[in-house]
């Protein structure tokens, strides 16, 4: 299984209930799908560079998950189809950066505490 990292932006206009709905479904669609999840963030409402569907703000998501190579295409299929998604990215994550993004959770939550 390959360790991939994913950041997508929902549609502004949507209610905070729709917004848990939306990240509900992709994890579940992940986790189906023999994925496991690695660990999400949720970096909340931000300003775009520029404007997406005629918006200037989205909501932002990151995924970072393990799964077998035949599910990236059909995530971002699922992507495509939801209209409540505006973008989304999905990178593979090299050893470096896996490194990197763990060192960047002990971070994260050494803020917290």
Same mark, same amino acid.
């Given at each position: 299984?390959?360790?991939?990292?994913?950041?997508?932006?929902?549609?502004?206009? %949507?209610? /905070?209930?729709?917004?848990?709905?939306? +990240? !509900?479904?992709?994890? $579940?669609?992940?986790?189906? &799908?023999?994925?496991?999840?690695?660990?999400?963030?949720?970096?909340?409402?931000?300003?775009?560079?520029?404007?997406?569907?005629?918006?200037?703000?989205?909501?932002?998501? %990151?995924? /970072?998950?393990?799964?077998?190579?035949? +599910? !990236?295409?059909?995530? $971002?299929?699922?992507?495509? &189809?939801?209209?409540?998604?505006?973008?989304?990215?999905?990178?593979?994550?090299?050893?470096?950066?896996?490194?990197?993004?763990?060192?960047?959770?002990?971070?994260?939550?050494?803020?917290?505490?």
């Amino acid at each position: 299984m390959n360790h991939y990292e994913t950041v997508f932006i929902l549609n502004p206009v %949507l209610s /905070e209930t729709q917004v848990k709905e939306t +990240v !509900i479904k992709f994890e $579940e669609f992940i986790t189906s &799908r023999g994925g496991e999840m690695v660990s999400k963030e949720d970096w909340g409402l931000k300003k775009l560079a520029y404007e997406i569907q005629h918006k200037k703000s989205g909501f932002y998501h %990151l995924f /970072e998950f393990k799964a077998p190579g035949e +599910v !990236i295409l059909s995530l $971002e299929t699922e992507f495509r &189809r939801d209209e409540r998604v505006m973008r989304f990215l999905t990178v593979t994550l090299d050893k470096h950066a896996i490194s990197w993004a763990e060192r960047r959770r002990e971070k994260l939550k050494s803020k917290k505490a």
